[in-house]
């Protein structure tokens, strides 16, 4: 994982690069890549996520969401990315580090989608191993909290590889798909010994 530079003052700040994928900030010219891969994924990403708005993907919710994602930065309350394959820098997904509570807390939620096409292809392992290595050693966070749907098989198996620990079942947690649903929740800390690279999923 290694930090470096891009264009924008936001992107010079908070720009990540892991094995064979890197991550940066939303940019303007990110839109259309962005909105096709979020419209091609929309029924495999559909189970796992809170209900899109009707104009969640127009050019002005866009414009929208940059704005706010600028400002969350800014504030030091999210970092969200998008994720890269580093060959073709084609777009393959996203990931962010959220809900930053600092004090006596010092932790951040992971959250993470991965589009349909690339889906079980490893990006999204490497993605995270890269962001929470950030995530620690450049924002010096303590914990890194996660929660997945308990049968979203392939997303409990990503944490577990990556160094998260299940720490329990919190009921009707997130709406998720219209619905109050239970997640389990991971965590990972600055501590924890770093995972074996062996094998990426």
């Known amino acids: 994982m290694a930090l470096f530079r891009l264009g924008t003052q936001t992107q010079n700040l908070h720009a990540i690069r892991g094995d064979g994928v890197f991550l940066r900030p939303l940019e303007p ?55 890269f394959r580093e060959h073709d820098r084609v777009l393959v997904g996203g990931l962010t580090l959220g809900q930053v509570r600092r004090g006596v807390a010092q932790t951040v939620t992971l959250g993470y989608w991965m589009g349909a096409p690339f889906a079980g292809q490893g990006y999204m392992s490497r993605a995270v191993r890269a962001a929470t290595s950030y995530a620690f050693a450049n924002l010096r966070f303590h914990r890194i909290e996660a929660a997945c749907l308990p049968h ?12 998260f620990c299940n720490e329990g079942l919190a009921r009707s947690y997130l709406r998720i798909n219209g619905l109050w649903q239970d997640h389990l929740l991971f965590a990972r800390l600055d501590s924890d010994p770093a995972p074996s690279a062996r094998r990426i999923l």
């Open 29 to 83: 010219n990110d839109y259309l890549p962005w909105a096709a891969l979020r419209e091609r994924s929309r029924a495999f990403l559909t189970p796992w996520e809170p209900t899109w708005p009707a104009d969640d993907l127009t050019k002005t919710a866009f414009r929208r969401r940059l704005r706010r994602h600028g400002e969350e930065m800014e504030r030091d309350e999210a970092y969200p990315f998008l994720i």
């Open 152 to 163: 979203n098989a392939r997303s409990i198996a990503l944490l577990e590889h990556n160094g």
